[in-house]
């Protein structure tokens, strides 16, 4: 199940500050990363399964090895993990608990972006893309 419309796509950040907030609301990258890409995860061992909580982000400048990324946040998701199989997103029930748990949790990441300046508390774009298409470009 992918987050859509009221989270933190699109918002751009410096690959130190994401990963300081990121870590504050329990999401981790241990090794899930390349040179332009990072992923944040969040485990959830629950009676129904394992789910997972990801935050994917692509490098627009940088290089995620040095820690000198520039990162663009995609679609956050939430997935159910299979062995041997892996994360499945879509066609699958997830708890309703869990839903809102995560819910909270992005929303607590977009408020702290906010806090940096980086994200409209009101909209979804950061105010660098907000100014951009002001000005037209």
């Not at 394992?50 to 090895?65: K, M, N, P, T």
């Not at 607590?108 to 893309?129: M, P």
Request: with cysteine.
């Amino acid at each position: 199940m992918y987050f859509e419309n009221k989270t933190i796509e699109n918002v751009v950040v410096e690959q130190q500050l994401l990963a300081s907030i990121m870590e504050k609301n329990g999401l981790e990258c241990h090794g899930t990363w390349d040179y332009d890409r990072m992923t944040f995860d969040k485990r959830f061992d629950l009676k129904e399964g394992r789910f997972y909580l990801r935050v994917f982000c692509a490098a627009i400048s940088g290089d995620v090895g040095n820690r000198s990324a520039v990162l663009k946040i995609s679609k956050p998701a939430l997935g159910k993990y299979y062995y041997p199989h892996g994360v499945e997103y879509e066609n699958e029930v997830f708890p309703t608990h869990l839903v809102k748990e995560c819910e909270q949790i992005l929303a607590n990441v977009k408020k702290q972006l906010a806090e940096f300046g980086l994200i409209d508390e009101s909209s979804n774009t950061s105010k660098k893309q907000a100014a951009k298409q002001t000005v037209g470009v």
